[in-house]
């Protein structure tokens, strides 16, 4: 028999997928997709501190090897949530809620006003490229450590998920100072900084002009990033960055993490992608005589 499950911070997980955030918004409905079509855990779109149009269209674009998006967060802020929220909490598989906020003080009040939906798990998306200040918590460790000990204070039982970013020198550095104030789990990574160019007008193709760029083109970073946290923390690591099939999620899984995010692969493949890659991680356990997730993870460091 071999047993899929996993778990981030004793919140168990029937499968090691997550549907990563953005992907699907916010709508509860959208959020029951997943898991109905096999998601082990499914992240709702980063909730922020108020009402955001987003950026101008184009603001997403598949250049080839992965997709660019500047979609820069668009919602209607949290205090405007209520019937979403309610329906969100009556879901029994594990929802991740993700946070994001420019100053310390949103991320608190968002925290202390969601927190009596009871949810699970609330991930803090300190790593936003496409947005003013987006990024400002996960650049340094200080700022990153502060953000998770002030969200932790207010978080009664939730675990608490800080999501990086692959844009600075030591990301290892940041995920021990997040562990060492508190976090429950680190994710790893948020986008990656780019931009593409359309020779012929001459200008850069997003209305934003630069992105954050997803999908395959940067699954080689993540699993590097992975496999550096995994040498510097001891919390569980969710693993995100070009999963689209089921080696890929074993590969991350060898680099250190518990479980993945699969976000681009949804726009390439439809939300049958979470059964598909489950059902490849479960032919290659068998091939390779493995009965349990949790003899897989981290294996690539021995
Ligand atoms: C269109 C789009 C919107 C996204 N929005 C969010 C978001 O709201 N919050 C967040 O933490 N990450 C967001 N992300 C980042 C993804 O959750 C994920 O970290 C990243 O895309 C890498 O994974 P992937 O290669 O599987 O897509 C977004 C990504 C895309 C492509």
Not at 23 to 49: D, V, Y
Not at 94 to 111: M, R
Not at 212 to 239: F, H, L, T, W
Request: hydrophobic share 40%; aromatic share 6%.
């Amino acid at each position: 028999m071999i047993d899929l499950s996993t778990s981030i911070a004793g919140v168990k997980l029937k499968n090691p997928t997550i549907l990563s955030s953005g992907i699907l918004g916010t709508s509860p409905e959208l959020i029951k997709r997943a898991f109905e079509n096999n998601a082990g855990a499914a992240t709702i779109k980063s909730i922020g501190p108020k009402l955001r149009d987003g950026n101008n269209n184009p603001s997403v674009i598949n250049f080839g090897h992965g997709l660019l998006n500047a979609v820069g967060l668009p919602g209607p802020g949290y205090k405007n949530m209520d019937v979403e929220f309610n329906e969100l909490s009556k879901i029994k598989d594990p929802v991740i809620w993700s946070i994001y906020g420019s100053k310390i003080e949103d991320f608190v009040n968002i925290t202390k006003y969601i927190i009596k939906y009871k949810p699970k798990i609330i991930e803090l998306n300190i790593s936003c490229p496409n947005k003013e200040n987006g990024m400002l918590f996960s650049q340094d460790k200080k700022s990153a450590a502060n953000v998770t000990r002030s969200v932790k204070e207010v978080a009664e039982k939730t675990i608490i998920i800080p999501k990086l970013s692959p844009n600075v020198a030591n990301i290892s550095e940041i995920a021990y100072a997040c562990e060492k104030a508190g976090a429950d789990a680190i994710n790893a990574i948020n986008t990656v900084q780019g931009m593409v160019i359309n020779i012929d007008a001459k200008k850069p193709v997003l209305y934003y002009k630069k992105g954050g760029m997803s999908g395959p083109a940067i699954r080689p970073i993540a699993v590097r990033c992975v496999y550096d946290i995994y040498e510097n923390v001891k919390i569980p690591i969710i693993g995100t960055g070009g999963i689209t099939n089921g080696r890929d999620a074993i590969e991350m899984i060898q680099a250190g993490a518990s479980a993945v995010g699969i976000g681009s692969a949804v726009y390439y493949h439809g939300i049958n992608v979470f059964g598909n890659i489950v059902n490849e991680i479960k032919e290659w356990m068998q091939e390779n005589s493995y009965n349990s997730i949790k003899e897989i993870i981290g294996i690539a460091h021995e």
